[in-house]
């Protein structure tokens, strides 16, 4: 036991000693769940609009007023004529162009009827779409406001409630992302990296000769990075709650658990890579491009995974973060249980034990 | 002198045993993969209605709503529990509540309250599944009303037609959008990375040594590593053209030699950068995970996920010292809409200015002797 302390001791010297990497690792989640929560955002806003309208009356310029007004838009400048509408959108001044028929409002006024025609700069079509949204909505706003009311009755009223979500923050995404990958980052890469290392230099061999059982060996070396994903998993607990203010409606010990859980599968793919690379480079390689980036695409954290094509989904279901931020968006924001969870724990499990065993098994005792 | 340096830095990376291999299989990869997972279309809201009336209107609602194959529909039960159970399932996304005396309402002048209860988790999918189905019964209820008041829907209302047009991606296709981005995406890695870690390699296995007690400028030596990496980064670069032409059958609008000089100024500013960072790293340890901070930072600020302009000022302020999101809106606007120089020109002074400014650092950290 004294020579397991003596051994984790001298790992978080080893760790502690490198001052950068620490500061890095304890602030990227920090840095990652600002960025994320203020910064990025799916909605599209601001869009850039450019207006031609010859006659510029009443109604164009109630409806420009409205566009401007409003959040979605930005109206940046007239053009003439339709070149000037390409000019404009190749040199990136607007991505929408409104044109207003001539004689707008007293078409409108006279025949009841009159056109728009908005073009949009398709180049990214969600975006596109969106504010094409939103502006139809705008200016069918304004024509509902015009029409004489309809003493019809009988409309149908929508009323919108939304669960567990009631602003519809994004941050409720991508905290469990974050998490995730966070963790993948430091007890896969690192810790990989950290006993590939000793490799390389020639002191595994001295550890290995020593009467030290190999397994304090490995887990002298794992756990540093086990208390640094610690460190960090409250970190970003804590900002979630106090500065993004995500609640977690569930059970925290729930959360807890899993997450431990979760840290366990990533210690576990460390060790594996580990056992099968002999060189720094080749663990940075495989962990990094084999790992970080599935765990970015295919985990949900950014991109749903309903949306992936069939064979994509199934890769999905080999990463371990996938289940993870599954299990942490039932917990946190729906507020279910452990119970509601199982599948994901259980899939979890058994990552851990077949990891394990296979790294066990790999690790040698003996340099060949 | 540089003739020599340059042999031995293409003799290390043939005889490398991943090297090779990474470039030609990674711009694959990547190209092949991301586009299909790296999409936000939203497909197949599931709808669970909970329609308490059982008329033929709530019924021919609910069938509106089916036909618009925005929505599937999962269930259709009598009460709410029912219903909130499919979305803790994730069954469905999105719940209708109709209630009793829907059509009676309808028929009798009255306004009637529906409910929509999206699961907002996805704040996105939640957004654009109430609209949609909000203007879904909109347009259903106009319908309605015309049947029934046949003379009051005719006079009462002005209408602004609305005509849509589409620009430089007519079928709204998100790959065509992500293919460009994720091009600037792995030119950063490769380009990025490698020079980092190659340099950060030789310090940490004495090599650096050798070639510090060497007449070589500091320079020429820094220019004998990021030669082979400009051009591995074009070779990479080339592959990704034809995979996008091959696989996706996408040509870009604009010319590639205006593509291929941003290309080159922009792998010489990001392989400065990588060298700058190798230059402050003592072990490779050190440098992969800093260049690897500095990547995630910048992947994210560029626009590959999110646009740039939802972004708060401060955060497009920042956006502007990254040189991912310049390339990026370089290879969009290039490969979709034709821009030429002119039109890019601020984004090619932005990029001439990190090459210089990287570059510059890197010539002058690096040091001879520790």
């Known amino acids: ?368 | 002198m540089i003739k020599y340096l340059l042999k031995k830095e293409f003799k290390q990376i043939i005889r490398n045993p991943f090297l090779p291999k990474m470039i030609f299989m990674f711009p694959l990869m990547v190209l092949l993969v991301f586009p299909w997972a790296a999409s936000y279309e939203i497909k197949n809201l599931n709808l669970s209605v909970i329609d308490s009336d059982h008329t033929p209107y709530s019924q021919r609602l609910t069938q509106t709503i089916v036909s618009s194959n925005y929505f599937r529909l999962t269930d259709i039960s009598s009460d709410y529990n029912h219903a909130l159970k499919s979305i803790e399932n994730n069954k469905a996304d999105i719940i209708l509540q109709i209630p009793k005396n829907f059509e009676k309402s309808i028929i009798n002048h009255e306004n009637v309250k529906v409910m929509i209860s999206p699961n907002a988790v996805n704040g996105m999918k939640a957004g654009v599944g109430m609209t949609y189905l909000a203007s879904i019964i909109g347009e259903f209820n106009a319908t309605l009303i015309s049947e029934l008041y046949p003379e009051m829907a005719k006079n009462s209302s002005s209408i602004i037609q609305i005509d849509s047009q589409y620009r430089f991606n007519k079928e709204l296709n998100y790959q065509v959008f992500m293919v460009p981005a994720l091009m600037v995406m792995i030119l950063t890695l490769l380009c990025g990375f490698l020079p980092a870690v190659s340099i950060v390699f030789e310090k940490e296995i004495g090599t650096m040594e050798q070639m510090n007690v060497s007449p070589v400028p500091k320079i020429i030596f820094i220019l004998g590593k990021l030669i082979p990496f400009w051009i591995i980064g074009f070779i990479a670069i080339t592959i990704g053209f034809l995979v996008a032409w091959l696989d996706y059958g996408l040509i870009p609008v604009g010319h590639f030699l205006e593509i291929y000089v941003f290309v080159a100024v922009y792998i010489f500013a990001i392989s400065g950068m990588g060298i700058v960072i190798s230059n402050f790293a003592q072990t490779l340890q050190q440098a992969v995970f800093i260049v690897f901070f500095f990547m995630l930072l910048f992947i994210m600020l560029s626009g590959l996920y999110t646009p740039v302009d939802s972004m708060p000022n401060w955060a497009q302020w920042l956006a502007a010292f990254n040189p991912l999101k310049h390339l990026m809106i370089v290879m969009r606007s290039i490969y979709l809409k034709g821009s030429n120089f002119s039109q890019l020109a601020q984004e090619l002074v932005a990029l001439l200015g990190f090459a210089v400014a990287f570059n510059g650092l890197a010539v002058l950290s690096y040091r001879k002797s520790s």
């Open chain 1, 1 to 368: 036991m004294k020579q397991l302390f003596s051994f984790i001791r001298k790992e978080f010297h080893h760790i502690f000693r490198d001052k950068a990497t620490v500061m890095i690792l304890l602030m990227m989640p920090i840095i990652q769940i600002i960025l994320f929560g203020f910064a990025l955002s799916q909605e599209v806003k601001n869009t850039k609009v450019v207006v031609l309208s010859t006659t510029s009356d009443e109604a164009t310029r109630r409806i420009i007023n409205r566009i401007d007004a409003s959040e979605y838009f930005d109206v940046v400048g007239t053009v003439h004529n339709s070149d000037e509408i390409d000019a404009a959108f190749r040199d990136g001044k607007a991505k929408l162009a409104m044109i207003f028929e001539d004689h707008f409002s007293e078409n409108l006024k006279h025949t009841g009827k009159s056109h728009i025609q908005l073009i949009a700069d398709a180049t990214d079509p969600n975006a596109a779409n969106s504010f094409m949204f939103y502006a139809s909505n705008i200016i069918s706003n304004y024509q509902q406001d015009i029409s004489q009311p309809q003493s019809g009755g009988g409309m149908i009223v929508p009323e919108v409630k939304m669960l567990y979500n009631p602003q519809m923050l994004s941050a409720f995404n991508f905290v469990p992302g974050v998490l995730g990958m966070i963790m993948i980052l430091i007890c896969a890469m690192m810790t990989s990296i950290a006993i590939v290392r000793e490799k390389e230099m020639g002191t595994m061999e001295i550890l290995l000769v020593s009467p030290m059982k190999p397994m304090y060996t490995i887990l002298s070396k794992i756990s540093p990075y086990f208390v640094l994903s610690v460190i960090n998993f409250a970190t970003i607990m804590l900002l979630s709650v106090f500065v993004l203010k995500v609640p977690i409606a569930g059970s925290f010990i729930s959360l807890l658990i899993v997450s431990l859980l979760y840290i366990f599968v990533a210690l576990a793919l460390g060790l594996l890579i580990s056992t099968v690379t002999n060189s720094q480079l080749a663990a940075m390689m495989i962990s990094g491009m084999g790992l970080m980036i599935p765990v970015m695409l295919l985990s949900g954290m950014i991109f749903p995974i309903e949306n992936m094509p069939a064979f994509l989904r199934f890769i999905s279901n080999f990463v371990p973060a996938r289940w993870y931020i599954d299990a942490v968006k039932t917990i946190m924001i729906k507020g279910l249980g452990l119970g509601a969870v199982l599948k994901d724990v259980g899939v979890l499990l058994l990552m851990a034990t077949v990891l394990v065993t296979i790294s066990l098994k790999k690790f040698k005792v003996r340099l060949e």
